[in-house]
């Protein structure tokens, strides 16, 4: 495990706006390791032990399925957090995807 990859990943997921979600691929690509997604994935299931707290639930796939809904305890609780930020979520799929889609190349 690398932590100053995971600590870039996390710096990241902290400035996504409520309200908006991005995905693995982006946080890659936005730490210039745009084939590492995989490695944001594996740094998202570690989300919970870092010291300051990580939106981890607004980090979904490239096509907005919520994925890491297993790494929630209970798994619903990924998409009820979302719907309390306005994001709709319907058979675990974000809807409206590229409307709240939150591109760190962009945005940051």
Known sequence: MDDSFYDQV????R???KGRVTSYGAIAKALGAAKSSRMVGH????????KTKVP???VVNSSGLLTGKFHFSPPSLMQELLEKEGVR???DKVKD????????LIEI
């Open 89 to 91: 979520v319907e058979k």
């Open 43 to 50: 740094a998202m299931a570690f989300a919970g032990t870092s």
């Open 97 to 104: 995807f590229k409307k709240v889609f939150w591109d760190p």
């Open 10 to 13: 996390y710096e990241v997921v």
């Open 15 to 17: 400035l996504i706006p």
């Open 56 to 58: 981890a639930h607004r």
